[in-house]
C-alpha cells in the first residue's frame, strides 16, 4: 500500500506536492515516520518534494509581504501627495477670502468716494446757480447803471454848458430815454442849475456823486458775481478732485477684483486636485488596508506550515 502511494505521488508531481501538503499539515511526525521503511532514494524524492513546498510558501509569503509593503509605500505617497494638496488648497483658499476682504473694503472705499462725488457735485450744483443769479443781476444792474451814467454826464455837459442849454430851454431833455426814476431828478437838477448858476458846480458834484454811487454798484453788483464765480471755481475744482478719485477707486476695485476673481480659479483648481488626491489616498489605504488583512491572516499560516514542513524534511533528513 505504501509503495503504490509513493508511486502515485512519484508519478504526478503536482498532486504529490498538494497530497503531501495535506499530510505533512495534518501530522507532520506522523507522516515523516510513514517513510521509515522506504528506500533512501524515495525518501530523496520526498525530500526533493517537501523542499519545493517549503520554496513555493517562502515564495507565496514573500509575495504578500512585498505585496503589503508596496500598498504600504503608495499610501506613504498618496498621503504625502494628499497632505501637499490639501496645504496648497487651504493656502490658496487663506489668499482668496484675503482678496475678498481687500474687494469688500474697496467697494466701501468706492461707495464713500461715491457719495462725495454726489455731494460735490450738489455743491457745484448750487454754485452754478447762485453764479448764474448773480451775473444775472449784474447784468441787470449794470445795464441800468450805464444808462443812467450816460445821462448824468448828459447833465454834466450841459451843466458845463449852461448858457447855451438856457438858449435851448427846458425842453432839451424832453426826447432823451430818461429811466422814470430819474425823470423828476434831471430836470430838477437842470432848473436848479438854471434858477442859481452859482450853484452849478456844486450840482455838477452832487451828479458826480451819483455817478460814483452807480459805479460803487457796479463794484458791489460785479464782486458778488465774482465771488460767486470763485465759489463755482472752487466747487468745481473740489467736484473734479472727486470724481477723479471715484475713477481711481473704480480701477482699484476692478484690479482688487480680477485678483479676487484670479485666486478664486486657483482655490477651485486646487480643490478639485485636494479631492483627486483623497479619492487616491483613500483607495491607497482601502487596498492597503485589505493587502495587511490578507498578510495578517496568511503569513502566521505560512510560517507555521513552513515549521511542520522542516520539521518534516529534518525527520527525513534522518532516515537517510
Do not use: C
Request: no cysteine.
Amino acid at each position: 500500500m505504501l509503495s503504490f502511494f509513493l508511486i502515485q505521488l512519484l508519478a504526478l508531481s503536482a498532486y504529490a506536492r498538494y497530497s503531501i501538503f495535506n499530510e505533512v499539515i495534518k501530522d507532520p511526525v506522523s507522516f515523516a515516520q510513514t517513510f521509515s521503511q522506504v528506500n533512501p532514494d524515495q525518501v530523496k524524492e520526498i525530500i526533493h518534494i517537501i523542499e519545493g513546498l517549503i520554496s513555493d510558501g517562502q515564495t507565496k509569503k514573500s509575495d504578500i509581504i512585498n505585496t503589503h509593503e508596496e500598498a504600504v509605500s503608495v499610501l506613504k505617497g498618496a498621503t504625502q501627495d494628499l497632505n501637499d494638496a490639501l496645504w496648497v488648497y487651504e493656502t490658496a483658499r487663506g489668499e482668496r477670502l484675503e482678496a475678498d476682504i481687500e474687494v469688500a473694503k474697496l467697494e466701501n472705499v468706492l461707495a464713500a468716494k461715491e457719495d462725495e462725488e454726489r455731494a460735490a457735485s450738489d455743491k457745484k450744483d448750487f454754485a452754478t446757480a447762485e453764479l448764474n443769479t448773480a451775473q444775472a443781476f449784474m447784468d441787470s444792474e449794470v445795464a441800468r447803471i450805464n444808462g443812467e451814467k450816460a445821462i448824468f454826464e448828459q447833465v454834466i455837459d450841459i451843466l458845463g454848458n449852461l448858457p447855451e442849454s438856457l438858449i435851448e430851454g427846458s425842453d432839451s431833455f424832453q426826447n432823451q430815454n430818461i429811466p422814470s426814476h430819474l425823470a423828476p431828478i434831471v430836470p430838477a437838477l437842470i432848473q436848479a442849475a438854471r434858477a442859481n448858476p452859482g450853484a452849478v458846480s456844486k450840482v455838477i458834484k452832487l451828479v458826480e456823486d451819483l455817478i460814483a454811487a452807480g459805479e460803487q454798484v457796479r463794484a458791489d453788483v460785479t464782486a458778488a458775481r465774482d465771488g460767486k464765480q470763485n465759489n463755482l471755481d472752487h466747487a468745481t475744482d473740489i467736484h473734479d478732485a472727486a470724481v477723479a478719485a471715484t475713477i481711481a477707486a473704480q480701477d482699484d476695485l476692478k484690479a482688487a477684483e480680477d485678483v479676487a476673481a484670479k485666486k478664486l480659479a486657483i482655490e477651485e483648481d486646487l480643490e478639485q486636485k485636494w479631492e483627486d488626491a483623497t479619492a487616491v489616498h483613500d483607495a491607497a489605504e482601502k487596498d492597503e488596508a485589505a493587502k495587511r488583512a490578507i498578510r495578517e491572516k496568511e503569513v502566521p499560516i505560512l510560517d507555521s506550515e513552513d515549521e511542520s514542513l522542516h520539521k518534516v524534511l529534518e525527520i527525513l533528513e534522518g532516515l537517510l
